[in-house]
T-cell receptor, first 113, second 110 residues
Framework: NAGVTQTPKFQVLKTGQSMTLQCAQD?????MSWYRQDPGMGLRLIHY???????DQGEVPNGYNVSRSTTEDFPLRLLSAAPSQTSVYFC????????????FGPGTRLTVL | RKEVEQDPGPFNVPEGATVAFNCTYS??????FFWYRQDCRKEPKLLMS???SGNEDGRFTAQLNRASQYISLLIRDSKLSDSATYLC???????????FGKGTSLLVTP
């Protein structure tokens, strides 16, 4: 199993550009989520999904869109990139159940100029 | 108030020392509690779940106090390889989404 995969690993954007961060998992987990991690801020939840067709907002959803058309894929779209979105983005999927482990992808390092 | 709060450290300890990390959470409805470990520039990985009765995994012991909404992690006989950031994690609004503390940095020195 590949686990949780993310592409690209690194990306540089100009202000105003749009892009999609890809995330896929091959563990058949219903629950997936996106976080951003900034120095001194810890991991902050952007959006999450409890299954195909179902998404919800986390702590910092503004400027980001998600959709979940399949169990495997959960892309994150930046509509109009801003320098404040410079961050490391982690995608995760989680085993169901009260103590289900959450697995993270390796992260995408995004810089917005 | 942030949902999960941790002392950021850093904690600098010599090899063989015992070190304890604390964490408080604000949502009394939370039911799932974890400690994750994150190495520099890597993704977080599960260290251990935290059960109501407390639990131990080798040199690591986790405790939960629901009345005080407090979680702890004790590391005994610290190794150089324990150097990392330790993240306190609590489920959000009784659901599957997880909230992470900012992390506590540990450096174990020879």
């Amino acid at each position: 199993n590949a686990g949780v995969t993310q592409t690209p690993k690194f990306q540089v954007l100009k202000t105003g550009q749009s892009m999609t961060l890809q995330c896929a998992q091959d563990m058949n987990h219903e629950y997936m989520s996106w976080y951003r991690q900034d120095p001194g801020m810890g991991l902050r939840l952007i959006h999450y999904s409890v299954g195909a067709g179902i998404t919800d907002q986390g702590e910092v959803p503004n400027g980001y869109n998600v959709s979940r058309s399949t169990t495997e894929d959960f892309p994150l779209r930046l509509l109009s990139a801003a320098p404040s979105q410079t961050s490391v983005y982690f995608c995760a999927s989680r085993i169901e159940g009260e103590f289900g482990e959450q697995f993270f992808g390796p992260g995408t390092r995004l810089t917005v100029l | 108030r942030k949902e999960v709060e941790q002392d950021p450290g850093p904690f600098n300890v010599p090899e063989g020392a015992t070190v304890a990390f604390n964490c408080t959470y604000s949502n009394s409805a939370s039911q799932s509690f974890f400690w994750y470990r994150q190495d520099c520039r890597k993704e977080p990985k599960l260290l251990m779940s935290v059960y109501s009765s407390g639990n131990e995994d080798g040199r690591f012991t986790a405790q939960l106090n629901r009345a005080s909404q407090y979680i702890s992690l004790l590391i005994r006989d610290s190794k150089l390889s324990d150097s990392a950031t330790y993240l306190c994690v609590v489920n959000r609004n009784s659901g599957y989404a997880l909230n992470f503390g900012k992390g506590t940095s540990l450096l174990v020195t020879p």
